[in-house]
């Protein structure tokens, strides 16, 4: 969701699990960071990521009871190489350094890293000489994937070396007191059985029990979240999608009443998605449930630009949401849907200057006028998370699993003007290839999939008569992070069918595509 502005406060660390430990995962800018968060919350350990200055005692503060150093694709000796404060190794709790984590611990502690000639990338042959602690339990052979320029050369005093590889003479090591380095990267894939690496650093050299499972995160939540809210009021935009609506069930479970929802319809939403966020949400939470089509519309007559048309809807959006906000009443705080990869990538968007290719109006973060609180119950937690999280709140699968969906809805997905008549053959397209697909047992295989109402109209024949329809085009897309995606294969069979079904059941569409665009230079959506 996108980061509100600096009027709005944050409580920093809200529902981070206070009595449970916690491990620390420093980053130094590799693109698996996220990765070993992902196998540290896997092996249901909580863990958090800090910048790479974090400080010993801000990490003994919350809780720091194991750290993980990341790689990254710096050179310890470089002007300008990520560092560590020096107290985080000084040996009081087990660290784990990662590829550049494992060299700059190499580095800080006395021991000596340098340019291998030739950088080393894909599988190598472990072979394990210490098959205790960090390697318990596996063979004396094994697949590590590596990526790296540099190499430890000589050990650290006090450090002896518990793996090889034909290239490395360190391919691991080790202090015998907790401290341990891995030149590989045990929290790919690639690495067969490094999430056993990574369990065996928590269970057997942290002590950590695994017990961060979704009902102690609920139980730790609502503990915090009581405390913040205290007596005050929240509210919270529901926009029928998992983020939004498992943040509210998690208030609203832990203050009831105390929050009020407010689910906007603007008339953009697919079919039958205002019925079943009312259906689900309206019995379990106070709602106020605005149906505000009219008005979204008006606005959007004649308007083709997609960036006029998401800068009106996000606009029209704030208005109602405060206007509601307004009758409501003493409101001191809001309640948002953002989760971690959200928090992490505002972070660097911070750091890094990026071109706007359109701008994504989201319904959660939006009034940066009303001085309200932020409260952000989710900000710690990755989809699945959120996902396991809102079935142990009872949330129905159906939204649980539901695709994502943007904030200005259908509008998106008409090229050209927005009309009522467009977005009720719009909405049957889409109606039909998401029942097709969920008939096929696809809908969960693809990440995203929509249908598109273009503004081409193009000959047919139907019956005796020649036709002039409309064209209708069907996206569905594999991706993991939705930054890079892939056009999904989608079997013809399946296509057929809802080809068919789309030119026979629908009156104003003759022709049917299918989109093979990738992202990029494709954009998921077409607007
Ligand atoms: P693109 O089209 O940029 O989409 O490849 C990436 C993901 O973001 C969603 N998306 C939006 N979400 N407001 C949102 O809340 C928006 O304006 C918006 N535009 C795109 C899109 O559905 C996909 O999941």
Known sequence: MSAPDARLHRTEGQSAPRRRATVAILDYGSQYTQLIARRVRESRVYCEIFPHDVTADELAARGVAGVILSGGPSSVYEPGAPRIDPRILDGRIPVLGVCYGMQLMAAVLGGEVAPEGKREFGPAALEIDDPSGLFEGLGASERAWMSHGDTVRRLPPGF????????????????????????????????????????????????????WTPAAFVEDALAELRRTIGDRHAICALSGGVDSAVAAALVARAVGDRLTCVFIDHGLLRAGEAEEVVATFGSRLRLVHVEASERFLARLAGVSDPERKRAIIGEEFIRCFEEQARRIGAVQLLVQGTIYPDVIESR???????????THHNVGGLPEVMDLEVVEPLRRLFKDEVRRVGAELGIPEDILWRHPFPGPGL???????????????????????????????????????FAVLTPVRSVGVMGDYRTYGALVALRAVTTEDFMTADWARVPYDVLARVSARIVNEVPAVNRVVYDVSSKPPATIEWE
């Open 411 to 449: 509008a998106v997905r008409i090229v050209g003007e927005v009309t009522r008549e467009r977005l009720d053959t719009l909405r049957a397209a889409d109606a039909i290839f998401l029942e097709e697909l969920r008939a096929a047992d696809l809908y969960r295989a693809v990440a995203q999939a």
């Open 160 to 211: 002896h070396g518990i793996a090889r590889t034909e290239r490395l003479p360190f391919a691991a090591m080790s202090d015998g007191r907790g401290r341990f380095g891995v030149q590989f990267h045990p929290e790919v894939m690639h690495t067969p059985r490094g999430a056993e690496v990574l369990r065996n650093f928590l269970y057997r050299v942290c002590g950590f029990e695994g017990d």
């Open 348 to 358: 660097s968007r911070e750091s890094k200057t990026s071109a706007r290719i359109k």
